[in-house]
């Protein structure tokens, strides 16, 4: 049986109800300053990406989570012997909107240290930079789903990322035609 890590270097992934990961996090986070869990539960992250778009002419950024129903959370929940503290079983299993720790139902596993490491480093990564919404490559087939050729499928053969255009070759009249599509107006076929 592998060591149990120190307290501060377990790290669980808990799976909540998908759409209300930032409301358990916030949840959690009153809940170890009221009931003064701040020795056992030391952090809790939702992890999140920044992605822009361009629609209709205009740039957007929004977030949008890497791990839709699942959260980390850093806490003290296996003692030396590998057995649950008891009253930091209690507080997680207590939290609305928790369903279970991923992997296994009735005994938590933490992750790894290097997998902590990676994923960690992976969502600081993402959170800092934006990455376009969608991600095109020159060569992709996709179909035209708005405008003047909805429902066309077309080859990409440029991509302008600062301006969210696509140019794309669609056959009209027997002809391969390049046309200026935004992101938002092809789907990959």
Same mark, same amino acid.
């Given at each position: 049986?592998?060591?149990?890590?120190?307290?501060h270097?377990?790290?669980?992934?808990?799976?909540?109800?998908a #759409?209300?990961?930032?409301? &358990?996090?916030? $949840?959690?986070?009153?809940?170890?300053? =009221?009931?003064?869990?701040?020795?056992? &539960?030391?952090?809790?992250?939702v992890?999140?990406e920044? &992605?822009?778009?361009?629609k209709?002419?205009?740039?957007?950024?929004?977030?949008?989570k890497?791990?839709?129903?699942?959260?980390?959370?850093?806490?003290?929940?296996?003692? +030396? $012997? $590998?057995?649950?503290?008891?009253?930091?079983?209690?507080?997680?299993k +207590?939290?609305? #909107?928790?369903? $279970?720790?991923?992997?296994?139902?009735?005994?938590? @596993?933490?992750?790894r240290?290097k997998?902590?490491e990676?994923?960690?480093?992976?969502?600081?990564?993402r959170?800092e930079?934006v990455?376009?919404k969608?991600?095109?490559?020159? #060569?992709?087939?996709?179909?035209?789903?708005d405008?003047p050729?909805?429902s066309?499928?077309?080859? @990409? +053969?440029? @991509?302008?990322?600062?301006?969210?255009?696509?140019?794309?070759?669609?056959n @009209?009249?027997?002809? =391969?035609?390049? &046309?200026?599509?935004?992101?938002?107006?092809?789907?990959?076929?």
């Open positions: 049986m592998p060591a149990i890590p120190a307290p270097d377990q790290w669980y992934v808990l799976h909540v109800r #759409g209300l990961e930032q409301r &358990v996090r916030e $949840n959690m986070e009153r809940r170890i300053q =009221s009931e003064e869990m701040g020795d056992l &539960v030391f952090e809790v992250v992890p999140t920044r &992605v822009s778009e361009v209709k002419g205009k740039r957007s950024e929004s977030t949008r890497v791990f839709p129903g699942y959260i980390l959370a850093n806490m003290w929940l296996l003692d +030396e $012997n $590998n057995k649950p503290v008891v009253k930091t079983w209690h507080f997680v +207590e939290t609305d #909107g928790f369903l $279970n720790f991923a992997g296994t139902k009735d005994h938590p @596993i933490p992750l240290p997998e902590v990676v994923l960690l480093a992976q969502v600081r990564e959170e930079g990455k376009p969608f991600m095109f490559s020159v #060569g992709d087939t996709v179909r035209v789903a405008g050729f909805e066309q499928t077309g080859i @990409i +053969e440029e @991509i302008d990322p600062e301006k969210g255009l696509l140019r794309v070759s669609v @009209i009249f027997g002809r =391969s035609t390049p &046309v200026d599509l935004e992101y938002w107006q092809v789907e990959k076929a």
